[in-house]
């Protein structure tokens, strides 16, 4: 089963209700976080603290954590990342851990010929994921520092080309991968158009598949694999403001659904509200008038759930006081 622990549903600005990205998704073979956001490590003791009502529900140990998926580089989804990762050396970590993320060719091939603590090309933008990693390793993400190591992971997405980064080397990979030790899930990085180098993210299980889009237009996402059992995807306008959106590279809750159905997604989760929608009723009925009847559709909240069962059934589980709500999104497979 996949697990996914939604712990920020609003786009760059958060709001009283709504903070930035980060989710946790949980399989047996262990954790993975995709795209920590400012504050992520406070929403991660928060959510643990609220699994102890669940019992039954495997905990969200920081230790099975093997894997750190990052879609791009801007601050709303990688600035919690260096705070989570020192406290876990508090917490006694020794396990390693991959961070992986897009680059562009240009940075890829900087990389690659000059090595992972080169200075960084002229012009080079501030949110490079690239960029960042060497940040977050001047400041202390080191096996020395932390307690474990890290593997950097980079890669530009459209032409395949992947490299993991160690203080020892750079050793060039395949795009399609799974965390040291598991046999089961296998991690992709999709195709996505957004303002700076992005990509998704889909996960695989034996029998079970979802993806998580990042911040992309739409059209956007691209991948020649089977439809996935959900699609989580950005929704950070409504179709009024279609202009802005594709101005900003991001989507409406419509274009959402029509990349849902591009896909042959069998469900679709809605995110990354902008902080402008007093409510997301408006998204929410948006795309579903694009899905009519074939896709169904629901519109996230912070601390909900949606998990993927071997048939692949889809369930919602909408957060309250005490444990979740739980309602079926997609029937499983026949």
């Known amino acids: 089963m996949l697990d996914l622990h939604v712990l920020g549903t609003a786009s760059a600005r958060p709001t009283t209700k709504r903070a930035v990205s980060g989710s946790v998704l949980?399989?047996?073979?262990?954790?993975?976080?995709?795209?920590?956001g400012e504050g992520f490590q406070d929403r991660f003791t928060d959510a643990?603290?609220?699994?102890?009502?669940?019992?039954?529900?495997?905990?969200?140990?920081?230790?099975?954590v093997a894997?750190?998926?990052?879609?791009?580089?801007?601050?709303?989804?990688?600035?919690?990342l260096l705070p989570w990762l020192q406290t876990s050396?508090?917490?006694g970590r020794t396990e390693p851990l991959v961070?992986?993320?897009p680059i562009d060719a240009h940075t890829f091939d900087h990389v690659q010929e000059h090595g992972f603590s080169s200075p960084p090309p002229e012009g080079l933008a501030a949110s490079d994921v690239w960029r960042q990693m060497r940040v977050w390793h001047d400041l202390g993400a080191t096996k020395e520092l932390l307690g474990y190591p890290i593997t950097w992971r980079l890669g530009h997405v459209a032409s395949g080309r992947w490299m993991d980064v160690t203080p020892d080397e750079a050793v060039e990979s395949t795009p399609v991968w799974s965390p040291a030790g598991w046999a089961e899930h296998r991690l992709t990085p999709i195709v996505s158009r957004h303002s700076v180098p992005s990509c998704g993210w889909r996960i695989d299980g034996p029998s079970t598949a979802l993806v998580v889009s990042g911040d992309?237009?739409?059209?956007?996402?691209?991948?020649?694999?089977?439809?996935?059992?959900?699609?989580?995807?950005?929704?950070?306008?409504l179709e009024e403001h279609a202009d802005r959106a594709q101005g900003h590279l991001h989507s409406t809750a419509a274009g959402a659904a029509r990349t849902a159905l591009h896909l042959g997604a069998r469900g679709l989760a809605l995110t990354h509200f902008s902080a402008r929608l007093a409510e997301v009723g408006s998204s929410l009925g948006e795309a579903v008038a694009v899905l009519k009847e074939g896709v169904p559709c629901v519109a996230l909240n912070d601390g909900?759930?949606?998990t993927v069962q071997p048939d692949g059934a889809v369930h919602h589980l909408s957060r309250g006081d005490v444990g979740w709500e739980a309602m079926l999104l997609v029937e499983g497979r026949r």
């Open 48 to 64: 643990r603290r609220h699994l102890k009502s669940e019992l039954g529900t495997p905990r969200l140990r920081s230790r099975r």
């Open 89 to 91: 050396g508090l917490d």
């Open 99 to 101: 961070v992986a993320g």
């Open 67 to 80: 894997a750190v998926l990052l879609t791009h580089g801007h601050l709303d989804h990688t600035w919690g």
């Open 216 to 237: 992309t237009a739409s059209p956007g996402l691209e991948s020649d694999l089977h439809g996935p059992d959900v699609l989580v995807h950005e929704a950070t306008y």
């Open 26 to 36: 949980a399989c047996p073979e262990g954790l993975i976080i995709i795209d920590p």
């Open 304 to 306: 909900d759930r949606l």
